[in-house]
């Protein structure tokens, strides 16, 4: 079963920052938080991950709290294009990926 | 860049009757994940390979079954199709061992049943 909480949806206006939380208090020491993308009716698609230091990649920045409780993934500049639901994953006991309900984010003009 | 391919995109089958979805993996990855996803609903993880063994299994339907292929390509064959196995179904590869621990998707294959 997915361990984590997010909120159900979200909205952002374009070229704002788009600021996605997750709960992930079951989380242990060695365990990395996964996000991943689905936009609409498309495969999922990989963002970033990160274990307990921030990470930025040209997608976005992963913030995660000094007790790796919970983290915010950060898209600086929002598009109408980042309109998609948002997946937090983790721990992951295997390779596979097991898909909670996300945050439905919705970028507006 | 290749990625994972999957055919068909598009499949209309009646109730009862049997559809195969296959999936290519990215060359060089040597996993394979099925996954479906229903109308409103989220990802649910089905089966995995790795090295052409089952390496996982989820809530897979016993009217399902898949396997991989010495190419690494997979295929899930599902018989007695109901209405509810309408979903989308992904496929998704990925190279044991990796840091990154990315599953890389493909677009999807779409079933319908009637």
């Known amino acids: 079963d997915a361990k984590t909480t997010q909120p159900t949806s979200m909205d952002c206006a374009e070229g704002r920052a788009a600021n996605l939380p997750c709960n992930h208090s079951t989380i242990s020491g060695n365990e990395y938080v996964y996000w991943y993308r689905q936009i609409h009716s498309q495969g999922p698609q990989y963002i970033i991950h990160?274990?307990?230091n921030n990470e930025t990649n040209e997608m976005a920045s992963l913030i995660i709290t000094e007790d790796r409780k919970s983290s915010t993934l950060i898209l600086p500049h929002a598009t109408l294009r980042d309109t998609a639901v948002y997946y937090c994953i983790g721990p992951r006991n295997t390779d596979k990926l097991i898909f909670g309900t996300g945050t439905r984010l919705q970028v507006f003009p | 860049a290749a990625g994972v391919i999957q055919s068909p995109r598009h499949l209309i089958k009646e109730k009862r009757e049997t559809a195969t979805l296959k999936c290519y993996p990215i060359p060089r990855h040597d996993t394979v994940y099925w996954y479906q996803q229903g109308p409103g609903q989220d990802p649910q993880f089905l089966i995995s390979?790795?090295?052409?063994?089952?390496?996982d299994k989820g809530s897979i339907p016993d009217r399902f079954s898949a396997q991989q292929f010495s190419d690494y390509h997979s295929e899930l064959n599902m018989s007695s199709l109901e209405l509810g196995d309408s979903a989308l179904y992904f496929c998704?590869?990925?190279?044991?061992?990796?840091?990154?621990?990315?599953?890389?998707f493909g677009e999807g294959s779409r079933l319908t049943v009637l």
């Open positions: 990160g274990l307990k």
């Open positions: 998704a590869s990925s190279l044991a061992g990796t840091n990154t621990g990315e599953l890389f």
């Open positions: 390979f790795y090295e052409k063994m089952q390496s």
